[in-house]
């Protein structure tokens, strides 16, 4: 049977094959591959799969289960032009001075915390970065990044987000698998 495609004579979620007899000591490997189906933007667990052998009259016999993990981050920017009341988008309009809002909506989807997550995002040269944004309701002084995660807000200092006058980058640490967060910054348009 060495090469042979074998047919599958169960369903699409519980495959199974006729071996045929085996003699003492003699092995038979099976080689299944399979596509996952991955519902778009909803949390996905682990995929858990056993085999099992019924030999003729004797009792059957299960493998261990094997755990394949999902690693499916997601990731979308918004923009709201503060200044207009601008709804929120992915495009807006504005004229020099407009303040405009912009949020990176992110989740782990996947069944694996992902470690070291890190935001980038290069912001228009035409823009500068509002690095006091959220001082008013921070309560504190160069506070230009909110960031939404878990139903808890923090704000962070500019000097530690922006690694030039145009380009954020915020580690946001460990991921857990199933949670989602917003992360915010405003600019004024030139």
Known sequence: MNGTVLTNVGT???????????????????TL???????????????LNAATVTPGTTPTTTSNTVRTDLI??????????????GSVGTSST?????????????????????PSYVLND??????????????AVSGQTGSGVKVVQ????TYLASSSAFVTSNTLSVNL??????TSGQLCFQGKIQ
């Not at 303040?99 to 694996?112: I, K, M, P, Q």
């Open 72 to 85: 499916y981050p997601t990731l979308s920017k918004t923009v709201q032009n503060l200044s207009t009341g």
């Open 122 to 135: 290069t912001i228009s040269s035409n823009t500068a970065v509002q690095r006091n944004a959220y001082d």
């Open 173 to 178: 640490g460990t991921l857990n698998a199933g």
């Open 33 to 47: 591959t399979t596509s996952a189906a991955v519902a778009r933007d909803t949390v996905q667990g682990p995929y």
């Open 150 to 153: 878990g139903g808890t807000t």
């Open 94 to 114: 504005g004229l020099p001075g407009n303040v405009v809002e912009y949020c990176l909506n992110f989740a782990n989807n996947g069944s694996l915390n992902l």
């Open 12 to 30: 699409a979620t519980q495959p199974q094959f006729n071996l045929g007899s085996l003699t003492g000591g003699a092995v038979r490997t099976i």
